[in-house]
């Protein structure tokens, strides 16, 4: 079956320790999206990346980094310098078109920083 | 700024017709798209609009009037499975998309 895994879905770290979020997807999509959500908010976008070896900040990318070696993975590391970590943190991939760019989403990582 | 306006919550009652409204200002429009997530879960695909006018998909529709900046999602004959929070977001003249803060909708038996 095709689809978006992050692990683990659950994640507790202490303070001023970095934390690696992994997103893995086999759908072939070139596109793949960091997002962070808060209790009533949106989800907010902290790195894209529509080509390996590429990848642009979103909105709020401050105390975050990301690789993209390969196409199929998008690993999002939340450092020590990011002031408010805990969140649930939601992955997402789509092809690169002019419209219609559907996004499908990985079950989300919630991260509890301690 | 870019905004999307949807209400924080709303209840409707089992087997009634609930109409969740998504009002937007961005820099362009390339699409609006609705999904549904339940608590703790990711957000699944409902629909996309692009034209103005109404698309139906079984229990669900979605309408947009770009003139107005305004979609509403259209859920009828609703189900206890239907307690979830429907995010509205618009795609930008960058082909980004622009998150809404979502509608929490409580179903009553």
């Known amino acids: 079956d095709g689809g978006i895994t992050q692990s683990p879905k659950y994640l507790f770290r202490k303070e001023g320790q970095n934390v690696t979020l992994s997103c893995e997807q086999n759908l072939n999509h070139d596109a793949m999206y960091w997002y962070r959500q808060d209790p009533g908010q949106g989800l907010r976008l902290i790195y894209y990346s529509q080509i390996v070896n590429d990848f642009q900040k979103g909105d709020i990318a401050e105390g975050y980094s990301v690789s993209r070696e390969k196409k199929e993975s998008f690993p999002l590391t939340v450092t020590s310098a990011q002031k408010n970590p805990t969140a649930f943190y939601l992955c997402?991939?789509?092809?690169?078109?002019?419209?219609?760019?559907?996004?499908?989403f990985g079950p989300g990582t919630r991260l509890t920083v301690l | 700024g870019q905004n999307i306006d949807q209400p924080t919550e709303m209840t409707a009652t089992e087997g009634a017709i609930v109409q969740i409204n998504c009002t937007y200002q961005?820099?362009?429009?390339?699409?609006l798209f609705w999904y549904q997530q339940h608590a703790g879960e990711a957000p699944t695909f409902l629909s996309y609009?692009?034209l103005d006018g109404l698309e139906e998909k079984g229990r669900f529709s979605s309408f947009l009037s770009r003139s107005k900046g305004y979609s509403y999602l259209l859920l009828k004959e609703l189900q206890m499975k239907d307690s979830a929070s429907y995010l509205c977001?618009?795609?930008?003249?960058?082909?980004?998309?622009?998150w809404g803060a979502g509608t929490k909708l409580i179903i009553k038996p």
């Open positions: 997402a991939s789509s092809v690169v078109t002019s419209d219609h760019n559907e996004q499908f």
């Open positions: 977001a618009v795609l930008d003249s960058n082909y980004q998309l622009i």
């Open positions: 609009n692009v």
């Open positions: 961005t820099s362009g429009f390339n699409g």
